[in-house]
């Protein structure tokens, strides 16, 4: 395997790409609560990513070849979904674990923010 160093300017790029990325997180982070959808996330998140930043949603359209091409501009996996889940009509509930994968791509540098997991309200534990 190769490594390639980057210029100065590419990783200026880098650092670019993953400042907006992480911005799109801390953007969304207030919606993620019990009674929205991770369709609305996702809506909230793309709307934010295209209008606002100018950047490209990494997820939406991308298809290895052979496969469908990915529909959302981000991930959303609840509970026991590991990752990768498909961002739909699932309403969030108190105590559920939410897990948001977002990829942004900017001027051709593409960044995602690691360790993403957002909560919603926890659940009261019983007294005793």
Known sequence: MTVTIKTGAEIEGMR?????????????????????????????????MVNVQGTVPAPLNYAP???TPY?????????NQVCH???GEKVLKNGDIVNLDITVIKDGCTATPAGCSRWAKPRSRPSG
Not at 71 to 79: A, D, H, L, Q, R
């Open 16 to 48: 670019v790409a993953g400042r907006l990325a992480s911005e799109v997180l801390d953007y969304v982070t207030p919606f993620v609560k019990p009674g929205v959808t991770t369709g609305e996330l996702d809506r909230l998140c793309h709307d934010y």
């Open 65 to 67: 070849s052979g496969h």
């Open 71 to 79: 529909p959302k501009s981000i991930c959303t996996s609840v509970n």
């Open 85 to 87: 889940g498909v961002p």
